[in-house]
């Protein structure tokens, strides 16, 4: 073991060894004086509908509730209650750590209001400090796709309101996800293998964003000035024929590392059986600041403090609509997102490269709950998609007329997927919930680039499409109130159509030769789970789960044959790529109430196939004869994408002890940890792997305020590919922030609630590269700043 990682070893064990130390005392005198502080504090109601198509009724919570259980109802099922008027739920102390201990997948869940005050521009962004997750950070604050546990684009889903996102952010580091913070509610992330739910390109992990665009009740308004404080519980047959009501929220902030400022505005009405939502946002931001000179081997460039070339701008509307009736709904939305952002590193400032993109999206949803014996709910998703970006730069970086259109990718796409869940029945050894659906999905990708039309490389792939189809099925059994397990599977077949051109035979990794032809590959992914919830003293609650899963591999890791202009290289793919596989075993162990919170998980995985994009080493032009040749305007970093076998192994601890009362409120400290050490089978490292961090710090809260301040550090990562990787130095990163919320006198202004704060990033100032992105050595991220927001609700 090498100095370095026996030091990172310390580090990391003693960090752990002081977490373990504090939790310790903290169950000790949570178990005996139940009555210490915090003890009081108000937990938040988390529901979470990521992991599994099995629904749980929860329950609201008290200043220390029991574990919330899922209802069964007998087969013989009252008849459904009368509609009535949606219950108003006390909302908890804001900072609490959420903590998910009903699911046998491990989720990290972001509330509202933590959302509202972080404020990233990206989910990579807002997402980038959680215990195993991190954002890929091509383009910070533009193009930031959220990386878990070591996993990217092609094993990371992401969806929103259970529809995919329908970009092509899996498709190239560059590409942005069409799916905004602005207008989210709630994140929920997956931290594992959630392919048995959402397919084999969900293989590690899946991040689902949620909103109200497709309502699912109707809107809740105050009758008196001062409401109960907190969001509404939403209940599907709340307020049915009730009379209308209109809710307003207008979210909003300026930024000074980039001068930017952020907008959204969102309108919810409903009246009789119908609820209908609408909501409109925009952020613009120019070249944000950087502590110091961004490139590491190109020194003596122009430096006015600022990243070059990294400002961005996004803006998008959506209206949508639903029935409401009783025993369930039904409902639609249309959607608009535009990007125009630009591409930060050497290349993208030399050529001023930025991209253009639209998305038009249809989404619909719906549940039906029949008063029936044996079905307890049907749901179903739909989704259609019409994506564009052009990737616009210079041609010749000297010479200012040639800026154009260098490529151009688009995705026209339609998915859909129904999901049964039946009633509980008693098997007298457990009670069996079982909840069965099918999935399917249409994709066609393009990738032109007017700079090679009539040859063999026009474009990053030659027009190709795949088709999807899927069944699965999850089966949870409940022994007792205590202990539960669920048994999963998923069976899909994925067809594939496209083309790649003759390449030499020496250069593949399989040694193969390939001629330009057509390429029809088929797989038949399949899949399976067991996992076991066990509830131990002193409110913890125990897991473990095991999971084999197959990936059929991705459009861009079988057909790509050319260079890609915003991300600078030049990509190969290869259509002889198998299946790859993963075998993962986690356990888990976390406490959701008292004074001491936490979550604490270890996981090891081996990937047998496992498909990568290998940065050879060799610069590329415009063709494959072009690669290695010498020729100085070669640019484009030659990119495999490969195949063999990996271990994945790591863990994260997250906790949050209430300390004392102090002032009226409630003072505390909280802490972080996550490690994932990747290795190939031979002992070399996996590339662009993230690295060991640790952190923590204060917080004071009440009812209205919150004060936290938190340290992140990251240790250098010296782990890295052997070609065409450097190491990343280690930082610290220094958050503070400081929110005010309360409730207002409607008859001022007309708004009935207020959120106000102030929050500092990156307070040292520090150089801040980010191991897993390609542009790492170019591209640092933004330096000190101030965010100043401010939510209003009518």
Not at 257 to 266: C, F, S
Not at 503 to 523: K, M
Not at 670 to 690: L, M
Request: aromatic content about 8%.
């Amino acid at each position: 073991m090498s100095f370095s990682l026996r030091r990172r070893f310390l580090a990391s064990s003693s960090a752990s060894l002081l977490l373990c130390a504090v939790g310790g005392v903290a169950l000790a005198q949570d178990s005996q004086a139940p009555a210490a502080a915090g003890s009081g504090t108000a937990l938040p109601e988390i529901t979470v509908t990521a992991p599994s198509p099995i629904m749980r009724r929860k329950l609201v919570p008290s200043p220390k509730p029991a574990r919330a259980a899922r209802a069964v109802p007998s087969r013989n099922r009252e008849p459904a209650p009368q509609p009535q008027p949606t219950p108003v739920a006390a909302t908890p102390q804001p900072g609490v750590l959420p903590i998910v201990t009903d699911q046998f997948a491990t989720v990290t869940v972001v509330p509202n209001d933590e959302i509202r005050r972080q404020g990233g521009a990206t989910l990579g962004d807002l997402l980038f400090s959680k215990p195993g997750i991190t954002g890929s950070s091509f383009a910070p604050g533009a193009s930031s796709r959220p990386i878990i546990r070591g996993l990217d684009v092609n094993r990371v889903g992401i969806v929103e309101n259970g529809v995919g996102g329908g970009g092509v952010s899996d498709l190239g580091e560059d590409h942005f996800v069409p799916i905004d913070p602005l207008t989210t509610n709630q994140i929920e992330v997956v931290r594992g293998p959630a392919a048995l739910r959402y397919g084999s390109t969900s293989i590690g992990g899946v991040v689902s964003a949620t909103n109200n665009r497709i309502p699912d009740a109707l809107p809740v308004c105050p009758v008196d000035p001062f409401p109960a404080y907190g969001v509404p519980v939403k209940a599907p047959l709340a307020n049915v024929g009730s009379p209308s009501c209109v809710t307003v929220e207008t979210r909003t902030a300026v930024s000074s590392v980039d001068r930017g400022v952020e907008g959204a505005i969102l309108l919810d009405a409903g009246g009789g059986n119908f609820a209908v939502h609408a909501d409109a946002y925009g952020r613009k931001a120019g070249d944000y600041n950087i502590p110091s000179y961004p490139y590491l081997f190109e020194p003596g460039r122009p430096f006015n403090g600022r990243q070059p070339n990294s400002a961005a701008q996004t803006d998008g509307a959506s209206v949508g609509g639903s029935y409401i009736f009783d025993g369930g709904f039904i409902g639609a939305a249309i959607t608009q997102n535009d990007a125009l952002y630009r591409i930060p590193g050497i290349d993208g400032a030399d050529h001023q490269t930025r991209i253009d993109a639209h998305q038009t999206k249809f989404t619909a949803k719906g549940e039906y709950r029949p008063d029936a014996a044996a079905i307890d709910a049907v749901r179903f998703w739909a989704g259609a998609t019409d994506y564009k970006h052009n990737e616009i730069g210079l041609a010749d970086p000297n010479d200012l007329s040639t800026l154009g259109v260098r490529q151009t990718f688009t995705n026209k796409e339609q998915e859909g997927r129904v999901e049964v869940q039946l009633m509980p029945f008693n098997a007298r050894f457990a009670t069996v919930t079982t909840a069965f659906g099918l999935q399917a999905g249409h994709q066609e990708l393009t990738a032109p680039s007017p700079d090679n039309l009539g040859t063999l490389f026009n474009g990053l792939w030659d027009p190709n499409n795949n088709t999807r189809v899927a069944g699965y099925v999850f089966n949870e059994f409940k022994f007792s109130e205590s202990t539960k397990a669920q048994i999963a599977g998923r069976i899909e077949h994925v067809d594939l159509h496209g083309s790649m051109p003759d390449f030499p035979a020496d250069f593949l990794p399989d040694g193969n030769p390939q001629v330009s032809t057509a390429r029809n590959p088929s797989y038949t992914p399949k899949s399976g789970s067991v996992g076991l919830l066990q509830n131990l003293p002193w409110d913890l609650v125990g897991s473990v789960t095991a999971q084999y899963v197959e990936r059929a591999p991705k459009p861009a890791e079988l057909f790509s044959r050319g260079a890609h202009d915003a991300t600078g290289t030049f990509d190969i793919g290869n259509p002889n790529l198998a299946i790859e596989t993963a075998k993962s075993v986690e356990i888990g162990l976390r406490r959701a109430t008292g004074p001491f919170r936490f979550e604490a998980t270890a996981y090891y995985t081996r990937f047998d196939g496992f498909i990568f994009r290998r940065l050879t080493g060799v610069l590329c032009g415009s063709d494959f004869n072009s690669c290695g040749n010498g020729d100085p305007d070669n640019e484009g970093k030659q990119a495999v994408y490969s195949q063999r076998d990996a271990i994945f192994r790591g863990g994260e601890f997250q906790s949050q002890f209430d300390v004392a009362q102090l002032y009226g409120g409630t003072w505390g400290i909280e802490d972080q940890f996550d490690i994932v050490r990747a290795t190939f089978t031979d002992g070399t490292n996996v590339p662009r792997i993230p690295p060991v961090r640790v952190g923590g710090g204060l917080f004071w809260r009440d009812s209205n305020w919150l004060v936290r301040v938190n340290l992140l550090h990251a240790f250098a990562q010296n782990d890295v590919a052997a070609i065409a990787e450097t190491p990343t130095p280690g930082y610290n990163l220094l958050k503070a922030e400081i929110s005010y919320k309360t409730k207002l006198d409607a008859s001022w202004f007309g708004a009935r609630e207020m959120t106000v704060g102030i929050v500092g990033n990156n307070l040292l100032n520090e150089n801040i590269r980010n191991s897993v992105s390609y542009t790492k050595d170019e591209v640092l991220l933004p330096g000190i700043g101030v965010r100043a927001f401010a939510n209003l609700k009518f």
